[in-house]
């Protein structure tokens, strides 16, 4: 009984830590897919075997469907892009049922380039910090300055640069650096 009373305040902590964290995780995992240039995409419309297709999205963020048109697609989810698609057929088509899936998801990259094992681009299936995405690189050369490392992104436009250090992250210092990287990201590793 004394075991438990002592056991039983920091079990009560720990599953009031891990209620409030996975709430936290399931917001995030709850966001919606964001459509990306290059994404493949399957479009069904029940009883309609010529509207149903697989499409890619264009590198300018658009789709082609027949009756509907050209169609943004670019950061939209796939709801969003569903009841465009709906709305733009209706006229043609009585009691419709659209479906849009993604088959695969090969818009979502981001870049390392520099002095890394293996430059190049690599797909996110999903969130991928600085850390990680060095890894997925095979990590950095010898001869790579660590402290030197910059990412760049795109906002609106206009190109923006974080700069990370990696020897303050190897340490267990500087952490906030460790940043979740968004679409287009390219990290530069002198």
Not at 14 to 37: D, K, S, V
Not at 92 to 115: E, F, M, N
Request: glycine letters at 10%.
């Amino acid at each position: 009984m004394g075991i438990m009373r002592a056991v039983w305040p920091g079990m009560a902590l720990f599953a009031l830590l891990h209620c409030a964290t996975a709430g936290a995780f399931a917001q995030e995992e709850g966001e919606a897919y964001r459509i990306q240039p290059g994404d493949v995409l399957a479009i069904s419309v029940w009883r309609e075997e010529d509207l149903t297709t697989e499409v890619v999205v264009r590198p300018d963020g658009r789709i082609s469907i027949p009756l509907a048109g050209d169609i943004p697609a670019r950061d939209r989810s796939l709801e969003e892009l569903r009841a465009e698609i709906t709305e733009r057929l209706s006229g043609y088509i009585p009691d419709l049922v659209v479906t849009v899936s993604a088959r695969q998801l090969l818009g979502h990259k981001i870049y390392v380039i520099g002095k890394v094992a293996r430059p190049g681009e690599f797909v996110l299936n999903g969130r991928v910090d600085v850390m990680q995405a060095l890894s997925m690189a095979g990590g950095a050369t010898r001869f790579a300055g660590l402290e030197n490392i910059k990412i760049l992104r795109r906002v609106d436009g206009v190109e923006r640069v974080i700069p990370f250090n990696y020897a303050l992250v190897e340490k267990g210092r500087g952490l906030e650096q460790n940043i979740l990287l968004e679409v287009g990201d390219v990290v530069v590793v002198p």
